[in-house]
């Protein structure tokens, strides 16, 4: 019996390694299925760059491409990008999306774990139709590029040979990759190369690292390589770039392909020249693509560059970008950079691989024609991105790549991220004041937002458990009921009042407490003194706002009190000022020489605005900023958790009035009182209004809390943006047949 047994267990060895087989062979059997070029050398070739344009092989001959791409992100809510959360059902799910929005491009900057590669082969495969392509970026080592400043030193070159060399593999699905902290591993075994269209290698590059390597290699002889090299005009810098991309190029013509070459470029190192740009580092040194040349690569070669509409400040600023209209008679800045950017890469294709601007409540840069990074809502997300995307094809570019498929709240920006403590658990909420979380079409919303909506409507709020809302157990005239919630992105605060709410005439006001100090009289409060103090008051009625007490005020205590770009008040900065400031977040800095070219003041906006309006996505009049709304008795908000001062609601923290030097503090909140009252249109407040002082005791109203949280809730949507998108990118389709 025993070798029955034996022969039993080597008849299924013998299957399980045929299914295995079988299954690698069809991997590459399916992906080899794709229609392409055999060169003279014997490679294969689908896309390859021929004058200005790029061209794709079907059909049996050559034909005019237009990409038209979006950029995919590696992370998740509640993770870092070096977690890899992302899931082959994500992936899936996604390119459904994606293709049906009408992109044939994805671009992803790194290498991704195994199942993207497998998703994405396994989805064009059962596609109708073109594929869904793909642009493989190739991570550089940045963090350590702009520590040594020298691109040459042996530990850049080894690292970032080592991840051209795994990045080639994983692609063609002929690697293992061992496991490495914030990198993808594996067993690449998919082979996603014939649904390639390019290599877009690097990250975008610090000026003061590129000038300084110049400046260390000036000696330095234009790279001859096997496939590209370096022009005599090309700068030590540009010489390494020519080694790099050559150095992708040997690695793909040992799988037998070919692809076009591009690597990541930004309007910080173009090779224009920008007079009017008011700081010397964002016109410091240039890159050019021109100044490296294919020798022997049929594929060819393009340029791609990052452009958006609001960076570098020269958008607003050059006089030379003010003498282009666009279709609507008005001076387009962004259209006239694309022009003059395309007219210095004559006969090579060129692509912009980055755009777009952010769906957010926060905004961090004024740009041309109300292009601003930050302050639009999904709507107007949608229509700014499909002009830029008419743009780009219209000045006669090979493609454009939007930024970004899907929000990520990992993400910092400049004019909050000080404010974010502990800045290691950025992804455990959603800071709708930070605009770089927010550049998705798809979005990532936080958890009650399927389930609650701001619309002056109670249903809602009734059908939500128990334990998942709490009233707030106040005896205040005016006042029947007062209910609280919150979710990863905001404080949820429902008012049901004794009377109809009319915001035209009457205005509530909501004190806010989250910890000791702040303000304990104001204008607002009329006689009343309370025994605490309010961090923050809102204020629903014909105009609508949060303010911050003024010695509270994170943006003045940074720019005035340390910085001195602003005036401070030195009675505003004293503990109960009684007064409220308007919350503002700074879009611009104090520039002034040697840094500048002439002086520039600094620049705000104010964020605290509060709009009335409905959050409910199927409604015609849906507004994805709206903050609050009235019917009846009822009053309803949402208010971002950085306006009520938290600096991480994740695990209690908010901001606190001490700070050291060189940085803020935070302190942990026991939770937040609400003190609300209503002023009517004479002026007779619901606080009481006695000639004597009145004191009010806040201490001894009820505190809304909650536990500290390591796991997210969200849910995906696609934006208003997306259904505008849609529209665009077939227009494009329709357009680019002609062109």
Same mark, same amino acid.
């Not at 293992?176 to 649904?195: C, D, H, L, M, V």
């Not at 389930?451 to 709020?461: K, S």
């Given at each position: 019996?025993?070798?029955?047994?034996?022969?039993?267990?080597?008849?299924?060895?013998?299957?399980?390694?045929?299914?295995?087989?079988?299954?690698?062979?069809?991997?590459?059997?399916?992906?080899?299925?794709?229609?392409?070029?055999?060169?003279?050398?014997?490679?294969?070739?689908? *896309?390859?760059?021929?004058?200005?344009?790029?061209?794709?092989?079907?059909?049996?001959?050559?034909?005019?491409?237009?990409?038209?791409?979006?950029?995919?992100?590696?992370?998740?809510?509640?993770?870092?990008?070096?977690?890899?959360?992302?899931?082959?059902?994500?992936?899936?799910?996604?390119?459904?999306?994606?293709?049906?929005?009408?992109?044939?491009?994805?671009?992803?900057?790194?290498?991704?774990?195994?199942?993207?590669?497998?998703?994405?082969?396994?989805?064009?495969?059962?596609?109708?139709?073109?594929?869904?392509?793909?642009?493989?970026?190739?991570?550089?080592?940045?963090?350590?590029?702009?520590?040594?400043?020298?691109?040459?030193?042996?530990?850049?070159?080894?690292?970032?040979?080592?991840?051209?060399?795994?990045?080639?593999?994983?692609?063609?699905?002929?690697?293992?990759?061992?496991?490495?902290?914030?990198?993808?591993?594996?067993?690449?075994?998919?082979?996603?190369?014939?649904?390639?269209?390019?290599?877009?290698?690097?990250?975008?590059?610090?000026?003061?690292?590129?000038?300084?390597?110049?400046?260390?290699?000036?000696?330095?002889?234009?790279?001859?390589?096997?496939? *590209?090299?370096?022009?005599?005009?090309?700068?030590?810098?540009?010489?390494?770039?020519?080694?790099?991309?050559?150095?992708?190029?040997?690695?793909?013509?040992?799988?037998?392909?070919?692809?076009?070459?591009?690597?990541?470029?930004?309007?910080?190192?173009?090779?224009?020249?920008?007079?009017?740009?008011?700081?010397?580092?964002?016109?410091?040194?240039?890159?050019?693509?021109?100044?490296?040349?294919?020798?022997?690569?049929?594929?060819?070669?393009? @340029?791609?560059?990052?452009?958006?509409?609001?960076?570098?400040?020269?958008?607003?600023?050059?006089?030379?970008?003010?003498?282009?209209?666009?279709?609507?008679?008005?001076?387009?800045?962004?259209?006239?950079?694309?022009?003059?950017?395309?007219?210095?890469?004559?006969?090579?294709?060129?692509?912009?691989?980055?755009?777009?601007?952010?769906?957010?409540?926060?905004?961090?840069?004024?740009?041309?024609?109300?292009?601003?990074?930050?302050?639009?809502?999904?709507?107007?997300?949608?229509?700014?991105?499909?002009?830029?995307?008419?743009?780009?094809?219209?000045?006669?570019?090979?493609?454009?790549?939007? *930024?970004?498929?899907?929000?990520?709240?990992?993400?910092?920006?400049?004019?909050?991220?000080?404010?974010?403590?502990?800045?290691?658990?950025?992804?455990?909420?959603?800071?709708?004041?930070?605009?770089?979380?927010?550049?998705?079409?798809?979005?990532?919303?936080?958890?009650?937002?399927?389930?609650?909506?701001?619309?002056?409507?109670?249903?809602?709020?009734?059908?939500?458990?128990?334990?998942?809302?709490?009233?707030?157990?106040?005896?205040?005239?005016?006042?029947?009921?007062?209910?609280?919630?919150?979710?990863?992105?905001?404080?949820?605060?429902?008012?049901?009042?004794?009377?109809?709410?009319?915001?035209?005439?009457?205005?509530?006001?909501?004190?806010?407490?989250?910890?000791?100090?702040?303000?304990?009289?104001?204008?607002?409060?009329?006689?009343?003194?309370?025994?605490?103090?309010?961090?923050?008051?809102?204020?629903?009625?014909?105009?609508?706002?949060?303010?911050?007490?003024?010695?509270?005020?994170?943006?003045?205590?940074?720019?005035?009190?340390?910085?001195?770009?602003?005036?401070?008040?030195?009675?505003?900065?004293?503990?109960?000022?009684?007064?409220?400031?308007?919350?503002?977040?700074?879009?611009?800095?104090?520039?002034?020489?040697?840094?500048?070219?002439?002086?520039?003041?600094?620049?705000?906006?104010?964020?605290?605005?509060?709009?009335?309006?409905?959050?409910?996505?199927?409604?015609?009049?849906?507004?994805?900023? @709206?903050?609050?709304?009235?019917?009846?008795?009822?009053?309803?908000?949402?208010?971002?958790?950085?306006?009520?001062?938290?600096?991480?609601?994740?695990?209690?923290?908010?901001?606190?009035?001490?700070?050291?030097?060189?940085? *803020?503090?935070?302190?942990?909140?026991?939770?937040?009182?609400?003190?609300?009252?209503?002023?009517?249109?004479?002026?007779?407040?619901?606080?009481?209004?006695?000639?004597?002082?009145?004191?009010?005791?806040?201490?001894?109203?009820?505190?809304?809390?909650?536990?500290?949280?390591?796991?997210?809730?969200?849910?995906?949507?696609?934006?208003?943006?997306?259904?505008?998108?849609?529209?665009?990118?077939?227009?494009?389709?329709?357009?680019?047949?002609?062109?």
């Amino acid at each position: 019996m025993e070798p029955k047994k034996k022969s039993r267990a080597g008849w299924i060895g013998l299957s399980l390694l045929m299914v295995v087989g079988i299954s690698a062979l069809w991997w590459y059997w399916d992906a080899d299925r794709v229609e392409s070029m055999e060169t003279t050398t014997g490679v294969q070739v689908k *896309f390859r760059t021929s004058g200005d344009h790029i061209e794709i092989y079907q059909n049996q001959k050559w034909q005019p491409f237009f990409a038209k791409g979006v950029n995919l992100g590696a992370s998740l809510p509640g993770h870092y990008p070096g977690e890899l959360p992302i899931t082959k059902e994500d992936y899936t799910r996604w390119f459904m999306m994606i293709d049906e929005m009408g992109a044939n491009v994805i671009r992803v900057y790194t290498i991704h774990p195994p199942a993207f590669y497998e998703a994405l082969v396994e989805f064009n495969r059962k596609k109708a139709g073109d594929p869904l392509y793909l642009m493989q970026g190739i991570w550089s080592p940045e963090e350590l590029l702009i520590e040594k400043k020298d691109a040459y030193l042996p530990e850049i070159r080894e690292q970032f040979y080592q991840e051209i060399h795994d990045a080639v593999g994983a692609v063609y699905g002929d690697i293992t990759i061992p496991e490495k902290p914030g990198k993808a591993s594996g067993k690449y075994r998919a082979n996603a190369g014939p649904y390639l269209i390019g290599w877009h290698t690097g990250t975008e590059w610090d000026p003061v690292m590129v000038q300084k390597t110049n400046q260390l290699h000036a000696q330095i002889k234009p790279y001859q390589g096997a496939y *590209f090299q370096a022009t005599e005009k090309a700068s030590p810098f540009e010489s390494w770039l020519a080694e790099v991309v050559d150095t992708v190029a040997q690695e793909e013509n040992k799988q037998g392909w070919e692809h076009p070459m591009t690597f990541t470029n930004w309007v910080t190192t173009d090779p224009l020249s920008h007079p009017g740009e008011p700081m010397f580092h964002e016109d410091l040194v240039s890159v050019d693509p021109t100044h490296i040349v294919p020798t022997k690569w049929d594929a060819g070669y393009f @340029a791609s560059y990052h452009v958006y509409p609001y960076y570098p400040d020269l958008f607003r600023y050059d006089t030379n970008l003010q003498n282009v209209k666009n279709d609507a008679g008005q001076i387009d800045t962004y259209k006239a950079y694309l022009r003059m950017l395309k007219a210095h890469h004559k006969d090579m294709p060129i692509m912009v691989t980055e755009f777009g601007v952010p769906a957010s409540l926060g905004t961090a840069h004024f740009g041309n024609l109300g292009r601003n990074q930050g302050g639009h809502t999904e709507k107007e997300q949608g229509e700014i991105d499909a002009a830029l995307m008419k743009e780009i094809h219209e000045e006669g570019y090979a493609g454009g790549i939007l *930024f970004v498929w899907q929000d990520e709240w990992f993400k910092k920006t400049w004019n909050t991220m000080r404010f974010e403590l502990p800045e290691d658990r950025r992804s455990f909420w959603l800071n709708v004041l930070t605009n770089e979380s927010l550049f998705g079409i798809l979005g990532m919303h936080p958890s009650k937002e399927d389930v609650l909506t701001i619309d002056g409507d109670r249903a809602d709020w009734d059908k939500l458990a128990p334990e998942d809302k709490q009233r707030l157990q106040v005896q205040l005239p005016g006042i029947d009921e007062l209910w609280m919630t919150h979710d990863e992105g905001y404080v949820y605060i429902m008012a049901q009042l004794q009377q109809d709410f009319h915001p035209e005439k009457q205005k509530l006001y909501i004190g806010v407490d989250t910890t000791p100090g702040g303000n304990k009289h104001g204008p607002q409060l009329a006689n009343v003194k309370l025994d605490e103090g309010l961090e923050t008051l809102i204020q629903i009625g014909k105009e609508s706002d949060i303010r911050i007490a003024s010695n509270y005020d994170f943006h003045t205590r940074l720019y005035g009190k340390r910085y001195g770009m602003l005036k401070v008040k030195e009675a505003e900065m004293k503990d109960d000022s009684g007064a409220f400031s308007p919350w503002k977040l700074a879009v611009g800095l104090e520039m002034e020489p040697p840094d500048s070219k002439q002086y520039h003041p600094m620049e705000e906006v104010v964020v605290g605005n509060l709009l009335r309006g409905t959050t409910d996505a199927n409604d015609p009049a849906y507004n994805s900023l @709206a903050s609050w709304q009235a019917k009846g008795k009822i009053v309803e908000m949402r208010i971002p958790w950085m306006l009520l001062g938290f600096t991480d609601p994740s695990s209690l923290q908010v901001m606190s009035y001490r700070e050291e030097p060189k940085a *803020f503090l935070t302190e942990t909140t026991k939770g937040i009182r609400l003190l609300p009252w209503i002023v009517d249109e004479n002026g007779q407040s619901t606080l009481g209004n006695a000639q004597g002082e009145t004191i009010y005791p806040v201490t001894k109203l009820p505190v809304y809390t909650w536990p500290a949280w390591e796991q997210v809730g969200y849910h995906e949507r696609k934006k208003q943006s997306y259904s505008i998108l849609k529209k665009a990118y077939s227009e494009i389709e329709t357009s680019t047949a002609t062109r």
